[in-house]
């Protein structure tokens, strides 16, 4: 079983919609979860980190965690065409030191 | 300021080669990371500095990959006798703390 389980995607989404990206993870001990974007081509760059449970929210970014289910997401509100990118979800392992990563979802914003 | 660089940024060896990809970490970030990204795959961990203390190396594949830091700076990662499944993209990335990486664009290995 992987670390860390995303829907590899693609999803697409209409321009001003909502984008919803969902993360498992199996190690019960981490701590620390994240959000990256990767557009094609490029490396990552992080929009969200997570460490409670609940809601986070940072402009029309929200990452939700539920440790009890394993589970992380990222809601992407009024979805644009520049959001159009893989996202990568990423947990930390039970050493601290290692971050897992997802194979990543693939998101296409259609204007 | 500067961000992480990686040099090169495109290599194309031949197989049962040695290759030597470098990394420069933003100045005053302690922590720094290699990760390799094959295509269409997450990131996979492959080394971690952290200060001086030792590494942990848990990630490498194999003994034909090694990583050396100098001076809690620059970083070299090192691939001998590459192999054809050692084709990917190499990533480093530089942390202030273990929570926050940044990365560089990467070297993007071939081998032939």
């Known amino acids: 079983q992987k670390e860390v389980e995303q829907n590899s995607g693609p999803l697409s989404v209409p321009e001003g919609a909502i984008a919803s990206l969902n993360c498992t993870y199996s190690d019960r001990v981490s701590q620390s979860f994240f959000w990256y974007r990767q557009y094609s081509g490029k490396s990552p760059e992080l929009i969200m980190s997570i460490y409670s449970n609940g809601d986070k929210e940072d402009g029309r970014f929200t990452a939700q965690l539920n440790k009890a289910s394993q589970y992380v997401s990222l809601l992407i509100r009024d979805s644009q065409p520049s959001d159009s990118a893989t996202y990568l979800c990423a947990v930390n392992g039970n050493t601290g030191n290692q971050f897992y990563f997802g194979t990543g979802t693939s998101l296409t914003v259609i204007p | 300021g500067a961000g992480v660089s990686q040099s090169p940024s495109n290599k194309v060896t031949e197989k049962g080669k040695d290759v030597e990809l470098r990394c420069d970490p933003i100045?005053?970030?302690?922590?720094l990371y290699w990760y390799r990204q094959s295509l269409g795959q997450g990131l996979e961990f492959l080394i971690y500095?952290?200060?001086?203390?030792?590494?942990?190396k848990s990630g490498l594949p194999s003994d034909r990959f090694s990583a050396e830091r100098t001076g809690g700076s620059v970083s070299t990662l090192t691939i001998q006798r590459t192999q054809q499944e050692d084709s990917a993209v190499y990533l480093c990335a530089s942390s202030p703390h273990p929570e926050t990486q940044y990365f560089g664009p990467g070297t993007r290995l071939l081998v032939l």
């Open positions: 100045s005053g970030h302690t922590a």
């Open positions: 500095f952290q200060g001086n203390s030792a590494p942990d």
